[in-house]
């Protein structure tokens, strides 16, 4: 099954759920913009509105959505419009790209809950939950960068 979200910058989002047990594989790449086939720097302009994404490929029987959404709302600050630490843009935005509509239910469900804890005292959780369009994988420099440099 696949799964794919977008919570700033996709190097730190593509490690975590690297360790998710049941991940199959992961793509950082980008979605929900308006040009085909956008290269990083075009993205980073601003001008194309797509978000820097990771594409999940998991095993349901070993992990379930519901679990995947836990690693995302666990991991980012979700009340931050196009922002997460110091990554200022859209393309750094907090989204979930469903696939279908059981996906789309689920995290539907998961944000209201979580817009009702206490969690993050009031503030609006401003993610998107839309519908997964064309996906553009990344430069191979961006596949699994912190395991190239090192760094887990």
């Known amino acids: 099954m696949k799964a794919t979200f977008g919570a700033g910058c996709f190097w730190h989002v ?3 759920f690297r360790q998710a047990k049941g991940v199959k594989s992961t793509t950082v790449g980008y979605l929900g913009g308006s040009l085909k086939d956008p ?3 075009d993205v ?3 001008q194309t509105g797509h ?3 990771v594409q999940v490929e998991y ?3 070993m992990v379930s959505y519901d679990d995947l959404l836990t690693v995302f709302w666990n991991n980012h600050d979700p009340t931050t419009l196009n922002r997460q630490g110091p990554d200022v843009g859209d ?11 059981e996906q789309e239910a689920t995290a539907k469900i998961s944000k209201e809950k ?5 969690k993050f005292k009031g503030r609006k959780i401003v993610t998107e939950i839309i519908p997964a369009s064309s996906f553009y994988k990344a430069e ?13």
């Open 91 to 101: 393309q750094y935005r907090s989204a979930i790209f469903f696939h279908d509509a």
């Open 51 to 53: 978000a820097e994404v």
């Open 59 to 61: 095993d349901p029987n």
């Open 44 to 46: 980073c302009s601003g």
């Open 14 to 16: 593509e490690a975590l």
């Open 140 to 152: 191979d420099y961006h596949q699994q960068y912190f395991e190239k440099c090192g760094l887990h």
């Open 114 to 118: 979580l817009q009702n804890s206490d």
């Open 39 to 41: 290269t990083y720097e």
